[in-house]
C-alpha cells in the first residue's frame, strides 16, 4: 500500500519557473525554481523534470530534490561536462521565468522511522541527502536517534560540503568525507556490526555504486526491506 501511495503524486503536474542557476563545482551546476502553489513531499523523493522552452527529444528527466518543502522553493543539482545532451544543454538555457513542467515529488527514498540510519553517498548521489539532512536538522518529521552520512568522492570535490557541515553534530548527525573504496567499505561494514538490522540503510550514487554497497550490506546479513537504492544514471 505504501508503495502506491508513494508512487501516487507522479500523476499530479505542475508549472515550477525557473529563477536561478549556480555552478557548484567544475561540472555541477545547481538550479533553484519556484512553485507556484504550495507543494508538500518528503525529504529524499525525486520528481520528474520536462523541458517546454525548447523543442529537444527525450524532453522529461528524473531529479532528486536538495531542498526540503519547507525550503519553499524545488533545488535540483546535475552533472554537466563539455558535450551536455540536449536536456542539460536547454536546462543551461534558461532564463529567470522560464517554465518547466514538474511531476511529483514522488518515491520511497524517504526515512519511516526514527531507527539509527546510515546514508552512503556517491558522488552527485549527495543530492537527496541534503534534503534529508535538512530536514532531521530542522526537527521536521522522523529524526533518527543516530544518522551517519558517509560519503565518497573520488574528486574530493564533496557538493555541498558548507551546508553538510553546518549541520554536524545536531540531533546526532555525523559526516564522514572519503575518497577511496576500502575507507567507504570499512564505514560501512562498522555500522552494519554495530546496528545490524535495527538501523535503516540509504544508498544514492551511480547504479555500479549502489548494487556494490547493496551487496556489501547483504554479505552482512541486511534484510533487503532495510536497505533503500536510489541510482543516478547521469543521463
Sequence with gaps: MSFFKDLLPVFKRQDIIFDRSVKAADDVYTFIFRPEAKIRWNAGQHA?????????SKAFRPFSLASTAEDGFIEISTRIGDKPSPFKQSLLNMKPGTRVSMRGPFGSFYLKNS????????????TPFKSILKSIDAGNGFVPEQTRLVYIDSAQAYLYRD???GMAGAHGIEIGYLSNRDDLAASITSFAREHGNDANYF?????QMT???SSL????????????KDAFFGL
Excluded at 115 to 125: D, K, N, S, Y
Excluded at 218 to 225: E, G, T, V
Design 203 to 207: 544508498i544514492a550514487g551511480s547504479p
Design 211 to 213: 548494487k556494490s554497497v
Design 217 to 228: 550490506l547483504r554479505d552482512h546479513n541486511i534484510r533487503k526491506q532495510n536497505i533503500v
Design 48 to 56: 520528474l523534470f520536462t523541458i517546454k522552452h525548447e523543442k529537444i
Design 115 to 126: 531507527r539509527p540510519t546510515l546514508l552512503i553517498a556517491g558522488g552527485i548521489g549527495i
Design 163 to 165: 551546508d553538510l557541515d
